[in-house]
Structures are given as structure tokens and as C-alpha cells.
């Protein structure tokens, strides 16, 4: 068979798919709601939560009576634990190494803002583990002596070398909040979801109802009905995505990427919705029942998204789930997302690390389940 008869029996599956799931679009949409409404809205407040105690650190350039009390301030709000360190390299070296959470930089202008500039520094943790929070006690409390505040992710080998001197490089992570990191969190599980109720529960629901078989003896090649299905639960995905995006923008989340962060998004839900359409084929492959299918798919979804590090960051992981996290692919999704969510850019060397790990999933896990589905329906 031609290509383009496989391209064009694989439009007619995935035709027939979206149809079906027009059929039973208020169903599936509200299911689509529900799922990320009640996490984001249950959850997405736990960045508040003031038992939380952040690790900060200090570096006072100022060194005048007014910066003195700043600290003070600081020191006496019960949410922080604040460390005053000597110069900038010590405070960055502890930031990598996970021991405070925030990094604060007086400059030698505190408080004095007639220049315009920034004269507080605060240095984000740069493994998502500052959630934001304690920015916003640190932003309160600068406000309380004039002093303007700038937030930031230490990214260029000058904010590590600096020594005497606060290093004015762009703003990152302005809009970080752990809402924005759980949503980030939610959109990859929904993704997910989306893609387990597309293409494989399909195959079986076809199979139990006779539809398969009818497909088998037409002369559409069985290429074109795992690209249907596959092609469908990408599109179910996207759906779902969006509007968990959507949901979460409303509630409070931010995109710092704007419209281009927006089409990144949806470019990782679609390949990751790729590679987990083609698992839900190889389950459905070898499996003839939905409850059966419903069990497998869940236990195998839910860990992968628990420990890509959906609710809290990858770092706080126990250190025998930290290795299986680097192998899951759902933590490159995450990642890519929580970047132009919360930082507003993506880097050159994650970008190319997520996508080429979830583009090279996909097309191991499409080529599996190609093999799988011929060999194993007839």
C-alpha cells in the first residue's frame, strides 16, 4: 500500500475517533474540567502555607543602619530562616547546593532608589525548589524601607564568579508561585489522561463491539488504524491541555513566555501525548478487557507522574526516586512547561535535552506499539 493511501485511511480512523468523541463531548469535556479544577483549586493555595519555613541567605553591600534593620525584619518574620553570609560567591555556592532556598543581595545603594534601579537582589533557587512565597514576604518587607526589589535565576558564569558586586543580568521567575508549578504539574497529567482514553481504550471498546474486525478485512493497512487512533488521543490531549491550561491562567498561574511560551506548551503536550497514545496501543494489544486496561494504565501513569515531580520538585524526591525520575519522560515534560511558565524563557541546552528525550520516546514507543498491534490482532 502506498503512502498515501496510508495517510489517507489513517485521516478517515482518526475522522471517525473525533466523532465519537463529539458524540460524547459534554461527558468528556466535564471529565476534563473536574480533574485539574479540584487539584489546582485544593492544592494550588499550599504555597501559602506559612508552617512552611524557607532557608534563606543575606549579603549586605549596604551596610548602613537602614539595611541593618531590613535584615532585622526579616529575621523576626516566623516564615524565614535567614542566614547572613559575608559576599555574593558564598551565597551562590550554598544556593546550587540546595542549602537556602533564596539568595538576598543588598546593594551598596539601599536604600536609596533615585537611580531607578534595583538596589535588593533575590536569587532564585534554580531547580524549582523556591516556589515563590518567600519572595513575596522579602518584596513586603523592602517595600517597608523603599526599596525596590529584583528576582532572579543565577544563569551566567558571572553571577558565580562575582564576588564584591551584584550582577545585574534580565529578571527571571517574576511571576513564579507554586500554583504556576502545580499547574505545570497538572497539564502534563492531564495530557496523559487524555491520551489513556483515546487510542487504546478505543481498540478494545472496537473489538468487544466487532468494529476491529470489520477493519481488519477492509484493505485499510493496520499502519493507518494505529495512526487514526494515536492521532485521535493527541487531539483529546491538546483538548484536555488546553483547558487545564486555561483553568489554571484563571485561577491565578501565569505564563512569563506569553504567546510563544503558550505554543511551546502545546508542542510538549502533543509529543508527549504522542509516545502515551502509542502505550495505551501496546496495552490495548495484548489486553481484551476495559477494566483490565483501565488497572495497567493507571499503574503505569500515575508513579511516572507522581515522581516527574508534579506536586513538589524533583530535588525533593527520597534518593532512591531521584534516578528513576531522570529516566521518566513525564519530568521533561514537566520541566519544559515550568520553564516558560515560571522563568519566561527556555534555555537552549534544556530545550534541546527535553525535546530530543520526549521526541525520541515517542517514536520508540509508536514503533513498538506498530510491531505489537500487527503481531498480536487479527
Not at 96 to 104: F, P
Not at 172 to 193: C, D, E, P, Q, R
Request: no cysteine; hydrophobic share 50%; charged share 10%.
Amino acid at each position: 500500500m502506498s503512502k498515501l493511501n496510508i495517510i489517507s485511511d489513517s485521516f478517515i480512523i482518526y475522522k471517525r475517533e473525533m466523532l465519537i468523541f463529539k458524540s460524547k463531548l459534554r461527558t468528556n469535556i466535564l471529565r476534563s474540567i473536574i480533574f485539574p479544577l479540584v487539584l489546582i483549586l485544593m492544592l494550588g493555595n499550599l504555597g501559602n502555607n506559612s508552617a512552611v519555613i524557607t532557608n534563606i541567605g543575606v549579603v549586605n553591600y549596604a551596610s548602613n543602619p537602614t539595611a541593618y534593620k531590613f535584615i532585622q525584619s526579616l529575621q523576626s518574620n516566623h516564615d524565614l530562616n535567614v542566614k547572613v553570609m559575608t559576599n555574593q560567591k558564598v551565597g551562590l555556592s550554598e544556593l546550587k547546593a540546595g542549602d537556602i532556598t533564596d539568595l538576598v543581595i543588598i546593594s551598596p545603594t539601599f536604600p536609596n532608589i533615585e537611580s531607578g534601579t534595583p538596589n535588593v537582589y533575590v536569587y532564585y533557587a534554580n531547580n524549582f525548589a523556591d516556589l515563590g512565597d518567600s519572595i513575596n514576604i522579602i518584596e513586603s518587607t523592602a517595600e517597608q524601607y523603599n526599596a525596590h526589589v529584583e528576582a532572579k535565576v543565577p544563569n551566567t558564569p558571572s553571577d558565580t564568579a562575582s564576588n564584591e558586586e551584584v550582577v545585574l543580568d534580565p529578571t527571571y521567575a517574576g511571576n513564579a508561585s507554586y500554583k504556576t508549578f502545580l499547574v505545570g504539574g497538572v497539564i502534563v497529567m492531564v495530557a496523559v489522561f487524555g491520551s489513556m482514553f483515546g487510542g487504546g481504550m478505543s481498540i478494545i471498546t472496537d473489538r468487544q463491539l466487532g468494529n476491529l474486525k470489520s477493519f481488519l478485512i477492509t484493505p485499510i493497512d493496520k499502519v493507518s488504524i494505529i495512526m487514526g487512533k494515536i492521532l485521535s488521543g493527541t487531539t483529546q490531549s491538546l483538548i484536555y491541555g488546553i483547558i487545564a491550561l486555561i483553568i489554571g491562567l484563571l485561577d491565578g498561574a501565569a505564563i512569563s513566555m506569553g504567546i510563544s511560551g503558550a505554543l511551546i506548551i502545546l508542542a510538549i503536550i502533543a509529543i508527549t501525548s504522542i509516545g502515551f497514545s502509542s502505550i495505551t496501543i501496546i496495552l490495548a494489544s495484548r489486553i481484551s478487557k476495559v477494566e483490565v486496561y483501565s488497572i495497567l494504565a493507571n499503574a503505569i501513569t500515575l508513579p511516572l507522574w507522581f515522581i516527574s515531580g508534579a506536586f513538589f520538585p524533583v530535588s525533593s524526591l527520597p534518593s532512591w526516586l531521584y534516578p528513576l525520575s531522570v529516566v521518566d519522560p513525564l519530568t521533561y515534560a514537566a520541566n519544559g512547561i515550568r520553564y516558560v511558565m515560571m522563568y519566561g524563557y527556555f534555555p537552549i541546552s534544556s530545550s534541546i535535552t527535553d525535546f530530543a528525550i520526549l521526541i525520541g520516546f515517542s517514536i520508540v514507543v509508536m514503533l513498538v506499539s506498530f510491531r505489537l498491534f500487527k503481531t498480536n490482532i487479527s
